[in-house]
């Protein structure tokens, strides 16, 4: 709630006041002295109808929140249904009518993220213990994920003898795997724990990986051996140990949660990168804290990103300038911040679940087609053919914005 309030007002703090005052009053402008003819002084722009009660401060802050002057109700059904419409009467002048897209743009920011902190899960305390139906079930699917794994590197062992490869860390990793296997065979008690069903988890899957990882080694070691390219196998490799590294910050006990990767070699070439991957799993909560700080913050940047991937569309008609694409697309991302906010609430109960997975899954598209056809006047076949570019564009700005945001708590 206080996301909300602190948005509203910040965004009331970016927008220009229209229809405030009360209208017919006559005086003097108690800030500048000039004589003043109706609701506002036309010299320093106060009001002239002025207030000093408690209830009228309470109601200037609902106001500012909530009301925007009352533009909000001419502005929201505009947005939701003729966006094009609402897009190119506010680049043509119609500016004191509608809520200016910074100012929307920054209070469904607030809201967006208000929601989220609401519904997110605040960790094991949300978590429903498992039955011991589903206990069992969890255990005999990890003994026998372990069982396949043995038979894949038997028969890996069989290969390899049969065209004399070496097979002696296929031995290693079959020993080590019926270590665990055996392990949990002999384990008479059965967790109900998610936790301890999930260590277990882990540790399965921990296995499989440094399987995977000895598999990979002996490949590239072969292909050396037979003078091949071995950049596919490493990539391989880097993807799968920086899995691992993973797994091994997320099998950390609570008294220990440093990040162990002593049998994990992680190379990729840039020492900065290998640092501050490491500094992110030593403390992978921080990391997450940091992502989501850095995309509240920086959420604006969104437009930047997104303004020139609009342009390119239209950059042979000269009719339309960069301003306004920046107010098309500040009024799109605000709209669609919002309709992921009311879907996300939709979800959230079960008689309006799939209303909101089915309206968060399809109007997007329908929004940016009547945006662009109204704001721009197309006809229906420019409109498509621009709507699915614009699709494809948005899924790279979103991408550029994450990776911005990876940087950045990475780097933090």
Same mark, same amino acid.
């Given at each position: 709630?206080?996301?909300? =309030? ?25 800030? /500048? ?10 010299? /320093?722009?106060?009001?002239? !109808? ?13 106001? @500012? ?6 533009? #909000? ?6 947005? =939701? ?9 506010? #680049? ?15 209070? &469904? ?19 429903? $213990? ?19 794994? *043995? ?40 967790? =109900? @724990?998610?936790?301890? *069903? ?34 596919? +196998? ?17 099998? @950390? ?5 440093? %990040? ?12 900065? *990168?290998?640092?501050?991957?490491? !500094? ?22 969104? #437009? ?20 306004? !694409? ?5 009024? @799109? +991302?605000? %709209?669609?911040?919002?309709? #992921?906010?009311? /879907?996300? *609430? $939709? ?7 799939? +209303? ?9 598209? =329908? ?43 990475? &780097?933090?």
């Amino acid at each position: 709630m206080g996301d909300v =309030v602190t948005g509203g007002l910040l965004a009331r703090a970016v927008e220009p006041q229209a229809g405030e005052g009360h209208a017919g009053q006559d005086g003097t402008c108690l800030n /500048c002295s000039a004589d003043v003819t109706g609701a506002f002084c036309a010299a /320093c722009g106060q009001k002239v !109808h002025l207030h000093r009660t408690l209830g009228a401060f309470w109601h200037d802050l609902a106001h @500012s929140v909530f009301h925007f002057d009352g533009k #909000i109700w001419r502005t929201l059904p505009l947005l =939701v249904w003729n966006p094009g419409h609402l897009t190119r009467r506010y #680049i043509h002048g119609e500016r004191a009518k509608f809520v200016s897209p910074f100012a929307l743009f920054l209070f &469904s920011v607030f809201l967006m993220f208000a929601i989220f902190s609401w519904v997110t899960p605040k960790g094991a305390a949300t978590e429903k $213990a498992p039955t011991p139906k589903e206990a069992v079930a969890a255990l005999d699917e990890d003994r026998q994920e372990l069982r396949t794994k *043995i038979e894949e590197l038997v028969v890996l062992r069989r290969n390899a003898q049969a065209r004399r490869a070496r097979a002696d860390w296929i031995e290693g990793e079959i020993g080590r795997t019926r270590a665990l296997l055996t392990k949990i065979e002999q384990d008479k008690t059965i967790e =109900v @724990s998610a936790e301890a *069903i999930t260590k277990r988890r882990l540790a399965v899957n921990q296995r499989k990986m440094e399987t995977g990882i000895a598999e990979l080694e002996a490949q590239k070691a072969e292909a050396l051996k037979a003078g091949q390219p071995t950049a596919d +196998i490493q990539n391989e490799l880097n993807a799968l140990k920086t899995g691992m590294a993973v797994l091994t910050a997320a099998s @950390s006990t609570q008294d220990d949660s440093a %990040f162990k990767v002593d049998k994990v070699n992680l190379d990729f070439g840039w020492p900065a *990168i290998q640092e501050a991957i490491k !500094h992110a799993a030593e403390n992978p909560q921080l990391l997450i804290y940091k992502l989501q700080s850095n995309a509240y913050k920086f959420s604006w940047a969104l #437009i930047p990103l997104s303004t020139p991937f609009l342009w390119l569309l239209f950059f042979w008609r000269r009719k339309f300038y960069v301003f306004d !694409h920046a107010v098309f697309v500040t009024y @799109s +991302i605000a %709209f669609m911040m919002m309709l #992921i906010t009311v /879907c996300v *609430i $939709a979800i959230q109960f079960p008689a309006t679940e799939v +209303i909101g997975g089915l309206a968060l899954t399809l109007y997007p598209l =329908v929004h940016i087609y009547r945006q662009l056809k109204q704001a721009y006047g197309l006809t229906r076949f420019g409109a498509v053919w621009r709507t699915i570019l614009l699709s494809t564009f948005a899924v790279t700005a979103l991408t550029l914005f994450f990776a911005f945001i990876l940087t950045m708590g990475l &780097s933090g």
